[in-house]
């Protein structure tokens, strides 16, 4: 039996770090909007987040990498704004996007 | 090894060579972050080197390692080898980092995975705990098994030699 076709990766990868509230509040309006997305946890520690930097310039989460409009985007605030921008709108239920905070 | 008899490993209808190796979906932990990678993932990528080991910290585990590392088993085969245990992501970052490990490990905390393959360890002295008896399997592009080591004792360790043989065949 021939291997079965590795499933098609998300458009969207979100950095993300365990129990991190911005981050959740992130994950929480891509589930609202049914966006397919790829979560990579990173650590705790911001100074091992070099990942984290090279693809985005900050060690902050959430970050996330849209590979469909080419967009990488920090702060919970400004991700949640793009993406009901983008993908759907903020009347549907979904909360609005508070003053941006401090993220992780 | 030792001048007693070691500790037999009950017997175990394992997954063996010439099978279809069990699919399974886990988070795969590199030296920077983890995300959910299917064994399916890697083999679509080409032959695939599954160590299963005990929990990280346990001698066996570094020992694995250890001589993986300094084998250079990652550049020198043209396998993409990762490890498996129960251990969470952030034990495996600690492991990968303390041994200079340059292979990824995929985190199993309750031993499905091990389940699946017939490599379960159900370790005496930690009620509740069941871990990957250490194990290696050699897996193709087509996810079918070309070789299969499973530990028969408590502690084993890998034929090294033996594998490598089989890597330089790829």
């Known amino acids: 039996m021939p291997a079965e076709s590795a499933d098609e990766q998300p458009q969207i990868t979100l950095y993300r770090l365990q129990a991190c ?8 309006r891509l589930h609202e909007l049914d966006l397919d997305f790829q979560s990579r946890f990173v650590e705790p520690m911001h100074g091992d987040r070099d990942v984290v930097k090279r693809v985005a310039g ?9 590979r469909k409009t080419g ?6 605030a400004n991700i949640v704004d793009y993406l009901d921008g983008t993908y759907g709108a903020a009347t549907d239920g979904g909360e609005p996007a508070a003053a941006t905070g401090g993220d992780a | 090894m030792v001048d007693f008899e070691v500790t037999d490993l009950p017997e175990t209808d394992h997954v063996d060579v010439g099978e279809q190796a069990p699919d399974f979906e886990r988070p795969l932990v590199n030296d920077e972050f983890w995300e959910d990678v299917a064994l399916s993932d890697l083999t679509a990528d080409g032959p695939v080197l599954l160590v299963f080991h005990p929990m990280d910290g346990a ?8 001589e993986i590392r300094d084998r250079e088993w ?6 993409r080898v990762v490890g498996c245990s129960i251990s969470s992501a952030y034990e495996h970052k600690d492991r990968i980092e303390d041994s200079a490990i340059d292979a990824s490990l995929f985190s199993d905390p309750a031993a499905d995975v091990a389940a699946a393959y017939g490599v379960e360890n159900d370790l005496d002295g930690m009620a509740g705990v069941t871990e990957h008896r250490p194990a290696v399997y050699l897996i193709d592009g087509e996810r079918v098994v070309q070789y299969a080591w499973v530990a028969e004792q408590w502690p084993d360790f890998p034929p090294y030699d033996e594998i490598e043989d089989e890597l330089a065949d790829l």
Do not use: G, L, Q
């Not at chain 2, 001698?59 to 250890?66: D, L, R």
């Not at chain 2, 990652?74 to 396998?79: T, V, W």
């Open chain 1, 21 to 28: 509230p911005y981050c959740e509040r992130v994950v929480r």
């Open chain 1, 58 to 66: 900050v060690r902050a989460v959430p970050v996330i990498v849209d």
């Open chain 2, 74 to 79: 990652r550049s020198e085969f043209d396998a």
């Open chain 2, 59 to 66: 001698f066996p585990a570094t020992y694995v390692w250890n």
């Open chain 1, 71 to 76: 967009v990488t985007m920090a702060e919970s």
